[in-house]
């Protein structure tokens, strides 16, 4: 007999509905702060809503989301892989320090030769930087939670540190590094953006990102190497015993998925940024990044969406006080989605109960009484 | 060799200044991360007890009230953490972020609201902020005075904390508490036939977990820096953790990855005044010190069997 499907089953098979759920417990959650705060919500989620929907408006979101999709990509990568990549912040960091030093000390390379150079740079930096955790889990067996978390420092400072060099620090009072050439800018001609009424930092970021997107579901699904790196994810023991290098694959895992973030830092820059300013704290991008690749079920057109989701909240956010809202509204909003997003396994196990009822002792006696 | 004595007080002073907060969040750490509990969320549960403890003491007026709201503050967060991973089972990694972005995201809001700012006013120092014990007791004239005002007229806060750590580390190992919690974290299914309520075990130590975090966030606005702002803050949560791994997920071990980290930082102050040597290079000497420490002396940390696997009750 076929089993009818009950709406419990829907919500529990369909990750997608949860997310919506969540998503929309996130705003309820932020109305109810705003209205207890004695914010208007209508005014707040209104002035969210018109900020991104407008033509320039989405231009935007889209500029704003290209570094969280790349991060979301990155950190998703990891989990497929079976590592949390808690530093995807400073593979961002160095990815986009080694692009800013390669757009700087190399201003007159055309740009066909000098965008694909700071790639290449953003993404070894990143690779480089997530290969050194690796090793040290692999060689020496530390914990790469805690190593990530040195490194992500570590990055900081080398990327303040390089700020400051007399061939890199901007020559104003700006404490930043030189504008990157603009052979390195990844903008579209102010003309165009100006005629197509978009956002004047509208860039090919976008495309980049949706290239990688497909390049990262390639690889994950359709690859030996992909099938090798989530057999390790899921089950080490497993891998190994069915002969796959176990140590080689998390080493590798680590590498692409810090050159993702490494990309991402270098996007971000030439696109929207051209330079990079002397941190006073964290930026935040790799951590962002944790978040989108959560609510993007770490399946990458999952990410992609989550990423330009992401995007246009803090696009909106940055809007907020215009209309006197607080704009860490929207963590409170991104935090309760990502709460939620984590306690909907609660209707799997709602599901597991009602169809396995609890055998306690009077089901039992009353079994054996029918026998 | 009297500047040397100085430096050695000004560093020493240091240390145990920026050990006080990694220590009370790294022990609440140890106790979620032991019963099996992934808790990520360290840093959020921190900004929210900061807030809370600096609000409460301002308004109030006297710090010890204001300590321990910080430490409710960060329980309460602690227990959402708790109903999420240890009532219904959610994932970790991902409610722990939750937290993060929740805890600074609530009172931040709160603050811009009630103040106006996102900072909030300043305490007045000696009043309202934690005092400082032995104070004015050394003879600051001579070296050797200077030298023991520097390290023992200290906080009173950093007092308790080594007390706290005493405690914990006698309720891990010496209580029948404590070997229930060390057991959850490696085999659940085991201790529940054995008849220990795992999940009420575990509920407790994020709980525990979340006020020690919230002390340890109060610890950093109520002492040196005597405000709030939204960058009091910034990643001692993840340090603490990291001083947790390092030793080993044990408090003595915790202790000692908050001393080695609040020293290198202590250095950095003193380095940072005498010598040549960029700034942004020597801000480095404490995470780089950690990775050498760790690859040189103390290798792998062996995680708690169970840590971040959520315990169904099997019905």
Redesign the interface.
């Known amino acids: 007999m076929k089993e009818k499907k009950g709406f419990l089953d829907f919500l529990s098979d369909n990750k997608f509905i949860q997310t919506v759920i969540s998503i929309l417990l996130g705003f309820l959650v932020g109305a109810i702060f705003l209205a207890v705060l004695g914010v208007s919500v209508g005014e707040a989620y209104g002035k969210l809503i018109d900020s991104v929907t407008s033509l320039k408006g989405f231009s935007n979101v889209v500029v704003y989301a290209v570094p969280y999709i790349l991060t979301g990509l990155s950190v998703a990568f990891s989990f497929k892989t079976g590592v949390f990549n808690i530093g995807a912040e400073g593979q961002y960091v160095v990815g986009s320090m080694a692009a800013a030093v390669t757009g700087i000390l190399m201003p007159d390379l055309p740009k066909g030769v000098l965008i694909p150079l700071c790639f290449l740079a953003a993404m070894l930096a990143g690779a480089v930087w997530g290969g050194i955790v690796a090793t040290l889990k692999v060689k020496w067996g530390i914990n790469e939670v805690l190593s990530m978390i040195m490194f992500n420092w570590i990055a900081y400072y080398l990327s303040n540190f390089i700020a400051g060099l007399p061939a890199i620090h901007n020559d104003g009072s700006a404490e930043a590094t030189k504008n990157i050439s603009e052979n390195a800018s990844m903008l579209f001609p102010k003309e165009f953006s100006k005629a197509a009424g978009i956002t004047n930092t509208a860039n090919w970021g976008i495309f980049v990102a949706i290239a990688i997107m497909l390049i990262v579901w390639f690889v994950i699904e359709k690859t030996t190497l992909g099938y090798n790196l989530k057999a390790v994810g899921s089950n080490k023991f497993a891998a190994e015993y069915g002969g796959i290098n176990v140590n080689r694959s998390i080493l590798t895992a680590l590498a692409i998925s810090g050159a993702l973030a490494g990309l991402a830092g270098a996007l971000q820059l030439m696109g929207m940024g051209k330079r990079i300013s002397i941190f006073s704290s964290q930026e935040g991008f790799g951590f962002a990044g944790i978040v989108v690749a959560l609510i993007g079920c770490s399946n990458p057109f999952g990410v992609f969406i989550a990423g330009l989701f992401y995007g246009a909240l803090m696009f909106g956010g940055s809007k907020l006080n215009l209309v006197g809202a607080p704009t860490q509204l929207i963590s409170v909003i991104v935090g309760t989605v990502v709460f939620f997003i984590s306690i909907s396994v609660v209707f799997r196990h709602l599901k597991r109960l009602k169809k396995a009822p609890a055998r306690d002792a009077q089901t039992g006696r009353k079994e054996l009484a029918s026998r | 060799m009297t500047d040397f004595v100085n430096s050695l007080g000004i560093i020493l002073f240091a240390t145990l200044v920026y050990m006080t907060p990694l220590l009370y969040a790294g022990l609440g750490s140890c106790f979620s991360e032991v019963s099996g509990v992934v808790n990520?969320g360290i840093e959020g549960m921190m900004t929210a007890g900061a807030f809370t403890g600096t609000v409460v003491a301002y308004f109030v007026g006297n710090p010890w009230i204001g300590f321990l709201c910080g430490g409710l503050a960060g329980a309460f967060f602690g227990m959402?953490h708790a109903i999420?991973?240890v009532r219904?089972?959610?994932?970790q990694?991902?409610?722990g972020?939750?937290?993060?972005?929740?805890?600074?995201?609530?009172v931040?809001?709160?603050a811009?609201?009630m103040f106006n700012s996102?900072d909030t006013p300043s305490l007045k120092p000696g009043v309202q902020t934690i005092p400082k014990l032995f104070a004015g007791v050394f003879d600051t004239s001579t070296v050797f005075g200077r030298f023991m005002d520097n390290v023992f007229a200290t906080y009173a806060s950093t007092y308790l904390v080594f007390a706290v750590a005493l405690l914990v580390w006698f309720v891990f190992y010496k209580t029948r508490f404590g070997l229930r919690l060390r057991a959850c974290g490696e085999h659940p299914q085991a201790c529940e036939t054995l008849g220990i309520n795992v999940i009420a075990t575990r509920f407790i130590c994020v709980c525990l977990s979340g006020f020690l975090s919230g002390l340890g966030g109060a610890c950093v606005t109520m002492t040196i820096s005597t405000q709030f702002r939204p960058?009091s803050i910034?990643?001692q949560g993840?340090?603490a953790?990291?001083a947790v791994?390092?030793g080993k997920f044990r408090p003595h071990g915790t202790l000692l990855g908050c001393l080695l980290f609040g020293f290198c930082s202590g250095l950095k102050v003193v380095l940072g005044s005498n010598s040549g040597v960029?700034m942004?290079?020597i801000?480095?000497i404490p995470?780089?010190v950690?990775?050498i420490v760790?690859?040189l002396f103390v290798?792998?940390?062996r995680?708690p069997a169970a840590n971040g696997k959520?315990y169904?009750k099997a019905?």
């Open positions: 990520i959402l999420a991973t219904i089972g959610a994932d990694t991902i409610a972020t939750a937290i993060n972005m929740l805890g600074p995201g609530i931040i809001m709160i811009k609201v996102t960058i910034v990643g993840f340090i953790i990291a791994i390092f960029d942004q290079l801000s480095m995470y780089v950690t990775v760790l690859i290798g792998k940390s995680v959520p169904i019905k």
